[in-house]
């Protein structure tokens, strides 16, 4: 059964820094795109970051750009968001999804998207 988790969220004050992590079970992450999305009370979900198969394409929400990294590491079938200069706007739930077809490239529109995880939370306040 395919499943992606999410963990790594919390609370940390302005300018702080947090790793979320997506690890995905029942498929091989490598052969598909990973997106990470947020959303905060009252918005709709945003797309922040994404990573193509070989991670041949990489893209950035303008709003995280040069602070989030998005990186992947198929020994552990995991894609790692590094979450760096946090600010308070940056409070939401975050949720990472993959595509139902391989080798697709990606992108930061939610519905391109097929599988979902649970989300994890992350507040920065201080």
């Known amino acids: 059964q395919l499943q992606l988790v999410e963990s790594g969220g919390g609370l940390v004050q302005p300018g702080g820094s947090l790793r979320l992590s997506c690890t995905a079970s029942?498929?091989?992450?490598?052969?598909?795109?990973i997106g990470w999305f947020r959303q905060a009370p009252g918005k709709e979900r945003e797309g922040i970051s994404c990573?193509?198969?070989?991670?041949?394409?990489?893209y950035y929400a303008d709003s995280v750009k040069g602070r989030f990294t998005i990186s992947r590491d198929n020994a552990k079938n995991t894609v790692y968001l590094q979450m760096n200069s946090l600010k308070p706007e940056d409070t939401a739930l975050y949720y990472c999804?993959?595509?139902?077809?391989?080798?697709?490239?990606?992108?930061?529109?939610?519905?391109?998207?097929?599988?979902w995880g649970q989300g994890t939370q992350v507040t920065v306040s201080s």
């Open positions: 999804a993959t595509m139902r077809v391989r080798f697709r490239r990606c992108g930061l529109a939610s519905n391109g998207y097929d599988y």
């Open positions: 029942g498929f091989t992450l490598d052969y598909y795109a």
């Open positions: 990573i193509s198969s070989s991670d041949r394409y990489i």
